[in-house]
């Protein structure tokens, strides 16, 4: 069975940072590519950063350039760094897989998914 599990989240005062990890448990982690969404209450599931199966490449969503950063490792973990941050990013943010080598923004094109951890940004 495949699980995704996000840890990391909390309370973080505008300008804070937190640290997101996503423990992976797939039959082969290098062959996917995970990304990071986030939900906040009444909104859609929106797309925050993407890592392809090696690691070398990265997207991210316009919202989040230059706060955000998205890696990985040969343990079956993928992280998102966050800093600098918003009232906005307050959300459920969710770690996700796909089976293939593009970094796609679109949520129905992942096939596994985490059971997502709370961000509360206050100001």
């Known amino acids: 069975q495949v699980q995704l599990a996000e840890s990391g989240g909390g309370l973080v005062q505008a300008g804070g940072s937190l640290r997101l990890s996503c423990a992976a448990s797939?039959?082969?982690?290098?062959?996917?590519?995970m990304g990071w969404f986030r939900q906040a209450p009444g909104k859609e599931r929106e797309f925050v950063a993407a890592i392809s199966r090696s690691g070398d490449s990265t997207n991210f969503a316009d919202s989040v350039k230059g706060r955000f950063t998205i890696s990985r490792d040969n343990a079956k973990n993928v992280y998102l760094q966050m800093n600098s941050l918003k009232a906005e990013d307050t959300a459920v943010y969710y770690c996700?897989?796909?089976?293939?080598?593009?970094?796609?923004?679109?949520?129905?094109?992942?096939?596994?998914w985490g059971q997502g951890t709370q961000v509360t940004v206050s100001s």
């Open positions: 996700a897989a796909r089976r293939y080598d593009w970094m796609s923004p679109r949520p129905r094109e992942y096939d596994y």
């Open positions: 797939l039959r082969t982690f290098s062959t996917y590519t």
